[in-house]
């Protein structure tokens, strides 16, 4: 039996909800808007904003590249169900128009996705801009730990509501507020491309992934993180190595010393 595993506590309910109502209230909008995808992660962040600030004040966009399927469905069925508003904007023009201009379609895969992944973030920004908003972040920390987003892409946001909870707790937390089934025991995707999957990107099961994880940010050594979670120690050293290669995603673009103060290395606000 691993040793390691992240647990939820019901406590973590109050603590997010009450970082919202603050959050909120601090920015002086008259609402949030996020991107509901049909995912666990963006229904999660949806109920709890809804339950914390009013569901008047949460607005749902949802940004399929293409008809969007069972996915679409389950973010309107949910949305409904919330109270919340939701927008259906197709991303599909924005990004062929995108692709077009950039010679695009000579791109990889991830170049291609990454576009899509901005294309989305711009949407949310200017709806946030011309309607009073802040954009709430749907990503959680197993996804910010390994770099698993989009810089300036989904990794954009005002507040990250689910950023310090795994991906296994984001579940545990949705089957406890009664989030519907096929939701949470969804595949996790983000959308990017036909057919992709997080785990199979990522080349881990959440499950194991969020083990090492967790042994990682206890500082434990790798031979002890790798017999507490019951992963090999090749699994922990590949999962260690997504961790660093990231680093440059969690942070400001560096700037060089030159005054006093230096933001994002010495200036504290």
């Known amino acids: 039996m691993a040793e390691l595993v992240p647990r939820f506590k019901e406590e973590q309910v109050f603590i997010i909800e009450a970082f919202l109502v603050h959050s909120f209230r601090d920015s002086g909008r008259k609402g ?6 049909g995912g666990v992660d963006s229904a999660l962040v949806a109920k709890l904003c809804a339950d914390a600030i009013g569901p008047q004040h949460v607005l749902g966009v949802a940004m399929p590249d293409g008809r969007g399927g069972k996915d679409l469905k389950d973010a309107k ?3 409904k169900s919330l ?3 939701l927008r259906i904007i197709g991303i599909a023009p924005i990004v062929t ?6 010679l695009g379609f000579q791109a990889d895969q991830v170049a291609r996705g990454n576009l899509r992944a901005r294309a989305r973030m711009i949407v949310l920004y200017f709806v946030a801009n011309t309607e009073g908003r802040i954009v709430m972040g749907t990503g959680n920390k197993s996804e910010i730990l390994c770099g698993y987003m989009t810089k300036f892409g989904d990794g954009a946001s005002d507040f990250l509501p689910i950023g310090d909870l795994y991906k296994t707790q984001v579940r545990e937390m949705a089957r406890y507020l009664a989030l519907p089934p096929e939701i949470i025991e969804k595949v996790p995707t983000a959308g990017l491309w036909p057919g992709q999957t997080d785990e199979g ?4 099961s959440y499950d194991e992934l969020d083990r090492i994880l967790l042994g990682i940010e206890l500082l434990l050594e790798p031979e002890a993180i790798a017999q507490k979670a019951g ?17 440059h995603k969690r942070k400001m673009p560096l700037i060089p010393k030159l005054g006093a103060r230096t933001i994002g290395l010495d200036w504290r606000e």
């Open 231 to 247: 992963v090999p120690l090749d699994h922990v050293a590949y999962v260690q190595k997504l961790v660093t290669s990231s680093v």
């Open 97 to 102: 128009s995108l692709e077009k201009r950039l």
């Open 83 to 85: 109270g919340i508003d």
């Open 201 to 204: 990107e990522l080349g881990i």
């Open 77 to 79: 069925k949910f949305a």
């Open 32 to 37: 949030v808007v996020l991107g509901l995808s």
